[in-house]
């Protein structure tokens, strides 16, 4: 059985490649290797394009070994990797709707991102002008006795980001939803192109809002494998704390959000207060609620000073004094647990299927962290603990959101103790040749990906996953046979994202 | 759940002082909100918020607004469900050219007197992404903006600083009848 390794032998390795390797391959490789994420001995990790060129990133979850194949589109065509693998179909949508590369053989070829409004067709590809009329979109269709639709979106009832929902129902109980996502598309690989490291990096840096962080990380760690930059250790350190303060908030949020979901508005109220300490010691530490522009390739832009730690601190403590009483409310209310427990439940299989990320994969059985089984610096010179459950439903990813907070609270007292002295960042080289990087990292809501090329110091492609691609088609999944009152507690467990979906 | 209950007749809120009215808001403001507006709307204010696009940064920080520290709804300012409960609209984002067409329809949905808050340096003229071929670019491309809250994103005493303002502008305006 070949590995990973083999199967790059079988292409020609691309030069300047890093931390792992890319190969260009021919369609039989690349068919091979859809067909091994089909049987499931490797996961997908990312799809996206270039004007002429399909890329597909591949993880080995045993030996968390990553891999990136690249086949050339003659005719800009190429074999579907969908029609052996369903988690890569939205990818190949979207591959189609910015460069035009036609994915065979796929059994969807509906528009996903364009929307027929831009104008333009192909905007990353060869441009050609919009259709003259908007054709209109079929949604998957459902037939049977007594079905009807409910169409929800793109504005919702609440104060969340732009999406439709289509339900098809059986009275209350949803036999099929299907979202239609794309209405936060920002056109941001298309801004990347030729732009600088600092303004690529504030653009990354607001593909979602709520991962701020993360997305700034993975950018600049992407960038600094390209051009092998060694970043300070202080940077290093620094940059864990952001990311931890930025799960502390998200979490904290999102627990309070899902009780207030299931009409459990003391929860969220207490949980939001919580949220609120955080987000203010991080104005203080860093001068900016939810620490945007601070990561940079090369370092960070702020040191943090003794007020900022112990603002830190001070949030910490105060989480640690009240917390408790919280989980111990959770868990022994009945009329909440009612609405959590069994509801929404993600079967560990289709969470595996979809190498789901963070606390929607951990709660289905699916044991995958990047700061464990990628253990970028400084995790791996931290003690935590992986929290995994498998029953796989609302209360489960509630759990595993609770046991995280719990980690970090653990995670930033070790980095607050051992934050090593010295500069906060590195000047990155410049190279006329081109160059590329690639950067795995743990956001909150799972991993964030990051694949680009540099040259002559400017960005001449980049490609930013969020881990929402692969955990929209099991929101679907979950919500069948639930009745339509809990999909805002089901979708909200879940909590994934749109603009970084939409990008 | 029962002690924290009891515990919370005890405590005192968190909630702080509000801000003073930022002038350049109400500069901003002065032509925007008409003589109507007190008898119409009394001291309360219904808000829809409209992601046309956003970040969600900016939604981040309206949900914050509601936390017991800031309490929005202290001042008679609350979010609806509907535009059609509406006297303000608050729309965030570039507003992509996929969401266009929803925010005009969610604008004509709010019935009148009505005014729109753009939040973001996003919502003013499309932020860092202006330029891009998915992106209108400001709201007032789209739909006529009474104020603006910059900030990328505007903390939540930035926005509560802007809405007192709606509310002093529309006090202001009124004549005792």
Same mark, same amino acid.
């Given at each position: 059985?070949?590995?990973?390794?083999?199967?790059?032998?079988?292409?020609?390795?691309?030069?300047?490649?890093?931390?792992?390797? !890319?190969?260009?391959? +021919?369609?039989?490789?690349?068919?091979?290797?859809?067909?091994?994420?089909?049987?499931?001995?490797?996961?997908?990790?990312?799809?996206?394009?270039?004007?002429?060129? %399909?890329?597909?990133?591949?993880?080995?979850?045993?030996?968390?070994?990553?891999?990136?194949?690249?086949?050339?589109?003659?005719?800009?065509?190429?074999?579907?990797?969908?029609?052996?693998?369903?988690?890569?179909?939205?990818?190949?949508?979207?591959?189609?709707?910015?460069?035009?590369?036609?994915?065979? =053989?796929?059994?969807?070829?509906?528009?996903?991102?364009?929307?027929?409004?831009?104008?333009?067709?192909?905007?990353?590809?060869?441009?050609?002008?919009?259709?003259?009329?908007?054709?209109?979109?079929?949604?998957?269709?459902?037939?049977?006795?007594?079905?009807?639709?409910?169409?929800?979106?793109?504005?919702?009832?609440?104060?969340?980001?732009?999406?439709?929902?289509?339900?098809?129902?059986?009275?209350?109980?949803?036999?099929?939803?299907?979202?239609?996502?794309?209405?936060?598309?920002?056109?941001?690989?298309?801004?990347?192109?030729? *732009?600088?490291?600092?303004?690529?990096?504030?653009?990354?840096?607001?593909?979602?809002?709520?991962?701020?962080?993360?997305?700034?990380?993975?950018?600049? !760690?992407?960038?600094?494998?390209?051009?092998?930059?060694? %970043?300070?250790?202080?940077?290093?350190?620094?940059?864990?704390?952001?990311?931890?303060?930025?799960?502390?908030?998200?979490?904290? =949020?999102?627990?309070?959000?899902?009780?207030?979901?299931?009409?459990?508005?003391?929860?969220?109220?207490? #949980?939001?207060?919580?949220?609120?300490?955080?987000?203010?010691?991080?104005?203080?530490?860093?001068?900016?609620?939810?620490?945007?522009?601070?990561?940079?390739?090369?370092? %960070?832009?702020?040191?943090?000073?003794?007020?900022?730690?112990? *603002?830190?601190?001070? *949030?910490? +403590?105060?989480?640690?004094?009240?917390?408790?009483?919280?989980?111990?409310?959770?868990?022994?209310?009945?009329?909440?647990? +009612?609405?959590?427990?069994?509801?929404?439940?993600?079967?560990?299989?289709?969470?595996?299927?979809?190498?789901?990320?963070?606390?929607?994969?951990?709660?289905?059985?699916?044991?995958?962290?990047?700061?464990? *089984?990628?253990?970028?610096?400084?995790?791996?010179?931290?003690?935590?603990?992986?929290?995994?459950?498998?029953? =796989?439903?609302?209360?489960? !990813?509630?759990?595993?959101?609770? !046991?995280?907070?719990?980690?970090?609270?653990?995670?930033?007292?070790?980095?607050?103790?051992?934050?090593?002295?010295?500069?906060?960042?590195?000047?990155?080289?410049?190279?006329?040749?081109?160059?590329?990087?690639?950067?795995?990292?743990?956001?909150?809501?799972?991993?964030?990906?990051?694949?680009?090329?540099?040259? +002559?110091?400017?960005?001449?492609?980049?490609?930013?996953?969020?881990?929402?691609?692969?955990?929209?088609?099991?929101?679907?999944?979950?919500?069948?046979?639930?009745?339509?009152?809990?999909?805002?507690?089901?979708?909200?467990?879940?909590? #994934?994202?749109?603009?970084?979906?939409?990008? | 759940?029962?002690?924290?209950?009891?515990?919370?007749?005890?405590?005192? $809120?968190?909630?702080?002082?509000?801000?003073?009215?930022?002038?350049?808001?109400?500069?901003?403001?002065?032509?925007?909100?008409?003589?109507? /507006?007190?008898?119409?709307?009394?001291?309360? @204010?219904?808000?829809?918020?409209?992601?046309?696009?956003?970040?969600?940064?900016?939604?981040?920080?309206?949900?914050?607004?509601?936390?017991?520290?800031?309490?929005?709804?202290?001042?008679?300012?609350?979010?609806?469900?509907?535009?059609?409960?509406? &006297?303000?609209?608050?729309?965030?984002?570039?507003?992509?050219?996929?969401?266009?067409?929803?925010?005009? @329809?969610?604008?004509? /949905?709010?019935?009148?007197?009505?005014?729109?808050?753009?939040?973001? &340096?996003?919502?003013?003229?499309?932020?860092?992404?202006?330029?891009?071929?998915?992106?209108?670019?400001?709201?007032?491309?789209?739909?006529?903006? &009474?104020?603006?809250? $910059?900030?990328?994103? $505007?903390? $939540?005493?930035?926005?509560?600083?802007?809405?007192?303002?709606?509310?002093?502008?529309?006090?202001?305006?009124?004549?005792?009848?």
């Amino acid at each position: 059985m070949p590995s990973l390794i083999d199967l790059m032998l079988e292409g020609q390795l691309v030069q300047r490649h890093s931390p792992w390797p !890319r190969a260009v391959v +021919d369609a039989s490789v690349w068919n091979f290797a859809a067909s091994e994420l089909a049987r499931g001995r490797w996961s997908l990790l990312g799809l996206w394009g270039e004007p002429s060129t %399909v890329h597909m990133a591949i993880m080995d979850e045993q030996t968390s070994e990553i891999a990136v194949v690249s086949l050339d589109c003659f005719d800009r065509a190429y074999p579907s990797v969908s029609q052996h693998h369903p988690p890569a179909l939205r990818l190949e949508r979207a591959v189609h709707d910015l460069f035009g590369l036609v994915a065979e =053989g796929s059994s969807d070829t509906r528009s996903w991102l364009d929307h027929n409004r831009w104008g333009v067709r192909f905007p990353l590809g060869d441009r050609i002008d919009a259709l003259p009329q908007a054709s209109p979109y079929f949604f998957l269709p459902a037939e049977g006795d007594g079905l009807h639709q409910i169409a929800v979106g793109p504005v919702h009832a609440g104060t969340i980001e732009p999406g439709h929902f289509r339900f098809t129902t059986s009275g209350e109980t949803v036999v099929r939803l299907e979202p239609r996502l794309g209405y936060a598309h920002k056109g941001i690989e298309r801004l990347m192109m030729d *732009a600088s490291l600092v303004r690529a990096a504030q653009l990354a840096g607001r593909v979602s809002g709520d991962s701020t962080v993360a997305y700034a990380l993975a950018f600049s !760690r992407a960038v600094e494998a390209a051009l092998e930059v060694m %970043v300070p250790d202080r940077a290093v350190w620094l940059r864990a704390l952001l990311a931890e303060l930025e799960r502390l908030a998200h979490h904290l =949020g999102d627990i309070g959000g899902i009780c207030n979901d299931a009409s459990f508005a003391l929860m969220h109220a207490h #949980c939001s207060v919580l949220r609120e300490d955080v987000l203010r010691a991080s104005n203080a530490a860093f001068g900016h609620r939810l620490m945007r522009d601070i990561i940079l390739p090369g370092g %960070v832009t702020r040191d943090l000073d003794k007020d900022g730690t112990e *603002a830190i601190q001070a *949030a910490l +403590d105060n989480i640690r004094l009240r917390f408790p009483a919280l989980i111990e409310l959770y868990d022994n209310t009945a009329s909440l647990q +009612d609405r959590t427990v069994d509801a929404g439940v993600l079967k560990p299989a289709l969470a595996a299927q979809y190498a789901a990320g963070g606390y929607t994969g951990r709660a289905s059985g699916r044991s995958f962290d990047a700061r464990r *089984a990628l253990a970028y610096p400084p995790y791996e010179s931290l003690r935590f603990d992986v929290p995994i459950l498998a029953e =796989g439903d609302v209360n489960a !990813r509630v759990w595993i959101r609770i !046991r995280e907070v719990e980690q970090t609270l653990y995670l930033i007292d070790q980095i607050l103790t051992r934050l090593p002295e010295g500069p906060l960042s590195i000047q990155a080289g410049v190279y006329c040749e081109p160059r590329e990087g690639m950067a795995i990292v743990e956001g909150f809501r799972g991993d964030v990906m990051v694949w680009l090329r540099v040259r +002559d110091g400017k960005i001449e492609r980049c490609h930013l996953r969020d881990p929402s691609w692969f955990q929209w088609p099991l929101v679907e999944a979950a919500i069948e046979g639930n009745i339509v009152a809990d999909f805002p507690l089901c979708n909200r467990s879940f909590n #994934c994202a749109y603009s970084g979906h939409d990008l | 759940m029962r002690k924290l209950l009891f515990e919370s007749l005890f405590r005192r $809120p968190v909630t702080e002082r509000a801000p003073s009215p930022d002038d350049a808001a109400v500069t901003e403001l002065a032509t925007a909100v008409a003589q109507a /507006a007190r008898r119409r709307l009394g001291r309360s @204010l219904s808000i829809r918020e409209v992601d046309a696009g956003s970040c969600n940064g900016c939604e981040l920080e309206i949900h914050a607004l509601s936390n017991a520290y800031y309490d929005v709804e202290r001042f008679g300012i609350r979010f609806v469900a509907s535009p059609r409960y509406a &006297d303000v609209l608050m729309v965030t984002g570039p507003v992509t050219k996929n969401m266009r067409e929803a925010l005009e @329809l969610t604008y004509d /949905a709010v019935p009148n007197p009505k005014w729109v808050i753009a939040v973001g &340096d996003c919502a003013r003229d499309g932020g860092c992404f202006a330029g891009s071929y998915a992106v209108v670019g400001g709201v007032s491309e789209v739909v006529p903006v &009474d104020l603006h809250i $910059p900030g990328c994103p $505007p903390t $939540p005493t930035a926005m509560l600083k802007g809405l007192l303002a709606l509310l002093e502008r529309a006090d202001a305006g009124a004549t005792p009848t």
